[in-house]
């Protein structure tokens, strides 16, 4: 039986960002370095795939710093930690290595910036989620106010409403942000924001090949763990854009096929922490069912790149 015809546009950029591909080069490296195990406190990147894969080559993940012996190294992963944390670690005379974004940490910095100010801070981000978690853990109890919805705006009760400044989570949604930080403005005109946007480049980019892409599918695939706050973001912003079913799906697995009955087009990216060969998976899937052709759909080229920390580019 013949395949029906499928165009498959493919995002560009897609799949892991330089973070990503620092913070699993740091576990990777720290075993080499120092042998295994290794212990990484919380998953270094959320992907299972990535996660599983380290843990076959003898990385040990741990949700605390308690859960590690003192004579082993630790990782901190690359959504960042509260500072009680490595605190805690030198206190027990750990080795540890933090494998926290330098962009994740430029909000950190900030943070502490505008607390020396005398300012409070507005973080607009996800209750839980441990780049929310760490970032808040870098400034004492209550100096930091939560929001995570532009509703939120009307019920903040700062400690003084002309002292504000304002942090976000690196993974938002681009679009949703500047509401909140509208509905900010509009409450506290003195509230000092970020000199450029606290949401990284690669955020923005993923989405912005997501808008271009949407329009023209039926369908769209975003391969993407279920707790990737930057993969969620991507299928809300296609379905925001106009493609009506899109998906978060792990891998090839987890393809609903009888949902896609009758398209005749799809689009596929891959959040941040996704690896190329997930993609390449997927798009072997779909050349099985179809008469496959591949439109890449490029809206920026990135070129970042993030260096490891020295103690791993020393000789051990
Ligand atoms: S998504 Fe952005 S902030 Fe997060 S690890 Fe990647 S580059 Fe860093």
């Known amino acids: 039986m013949s395949k029906s015809p499928l165009t498959l546009y493919l995002a560009a950029p897609r799949g892991f960002c330089a973070g990503v591909d620092r913070a699993i080069k740091i576990v990777e490296m720290a075993l080499e370095k120092w042998g295994a195990p290794v212990y990484v406190r919380h998953e270094i990147v959320h992907n299972k795939f990535v996660v599983d894969g380290l843990r076959d080559k003898g990385a040990v993940f741990v949700e605390e710093l308690d859960d590690c012996p003192g ?53 607009i981000g996800h209750a839980g989620h441990p780049e929310t978690v760490g970032t808040m853990g870098q400034l004492p109890e209550g100096e930091v106010i939560l929001v995570e919805t532009v509703e939120d705006v009307a019920t903040l009760a700062p ?97 609903d096929w009888r949902a896609l009955e009758g398209i005749s087009s799809v689009g596929l990216t891959a959040g941040a922490s996704a690896p190329e060969v997930l993609v390449n998976e997927v798009i072997d899937a779909f050349r099985a069912r179809y008469d496959v052709t591949v439109e890449p759909v490029e809206t920026a080229v990135e070129r970042v790149e993030f260096k490891v920390p020295r103690v791993l580019r020393e000789p051990a």
Do not use: W
């Not at 206190?91 to 909000?107: G, H, I, Q, Y």
């Not at 980019?205 to 990737?228: C, F, H, T, W, Y």
């Not at 993969?231 to 987890?254: I, N, P, T, W």
């Open 71 to 123: 004579d082993r190294p630790v990782i901190f992963s690359a959504h960042g930690v509260p500072k009680a944390v490595p605190a805690e670690a030198a206190r027990r005379e750990m080795v540890f290595v933090d494998a926290t974004c330098p962009l994740v940490s430029k909000v950190h910095i900030e943070a502490e910036r505008h607390h020396a100010n005398g300012l409070q801070m507005v973080m």
């Open 159 to 255: 400690r003084d409403p002309g002292k504000l400044a304002f942090i976000t989570q690196t993974t938002l949604s681009v679009d949703d942000t500047a509401e909140i930080v509208a509905a900010l403005q509009a409450r506290f005109p003195a509230i000092v924001g970020p000199h450029k946007e606290d949401i990284c480049y690669a955020t923005t980019n993923r989405q912005e090949a997501v808008k271009a892409m949407a329009p023209r599918v039926d369908a769209m695939l975003v391969i993407g763990a279920p707790n990737s706050s930057n993969s969620k973001r991507l299928v809300e912003v296609g379905r925001a854009a106009g493609c009506a079913y899109a998906q978060l799906v792990q891998r090839a697995d987890d393809i």
